[in-house]
């Protein structure tokens, strides 16, 4: 089988992400808005071409003066950055429909190259005959690497941030 092109059905997927808060709690959120370009063959993924983008304004921490704050300068500086970017450069199979992307990551004007665990969780037609294809995504990475150091030290010992930002991805996509 040839790679083809899928296109990601936003609305049956979703790109999150969890953060310590006060190193006692753990703050979760999603982002609206992306995009990704992908061409695969399902039959070997590690041979696929993945490309992201997140539109950091999407950001919906279910509360939106908290929002409001990580859009300005102290945080993502959406106005200077507008997006988080994925570009995949190695994709190695490390199990039964288990595999390790790795592609350079671009945030507040760094690049980095980023490691994350994706799952393929399968494929097949929908009811009206689309080709469908399921992945699961996990991973991490440290704001700070990213020029992201917004903190406040905390009383009690500790930061009000943890630099830990995990990833929780679940795409469908169409052929």
Request: proline share 1%; net charge negative.
């Amino acid at each position: 089988m040839a790679k083809a092109k899928w296109t990601v059905d936003t609305t049956h997927s979703s790109i999150d992400f969890t953060i310590r808060h006060m190193m006692i709690a753990k703050v979760k959120g999603t982002f609206h808005t992306f995009e990704a370009e992908i061409e695969a063959d399902t039959d070997d993924l590690t041979s696929a071409d993945v490309h992201f983008s997140i539109d950091l304004s999407s950001i919906d921490t279910r509360n939106s003066d908290r929002d409001a704050h990580l859009r300005t300068a102290d945080f993502f500086d959406v106005e200077q950055f507008p997006l988080l970017t994925f570009k995949s450069s190695q994709i190695v199979k490390t199990g039964e429909g288990e595999y390790d992307v790795t592609g350079d990551v671009t945030l507040h004007g760094v690049t980095r190259s980023e490691t994350f665990a994706v799952t393929f969780e399968g494929s097949g037609k929908d009811p009206w005959g689309n080709e469908k294809a399921g992945f699961s995504g996990q991973g991490s990475f440290k704001r700070s690497d990213y020029g992201l150091t917004y903190n406040a030290a905390l009383e009690t010992g500790g930061v009000l941030i943890a630099d830990e930002v995990k990833i929780s991805i679940e795409i469908e996509a169409s052929k």
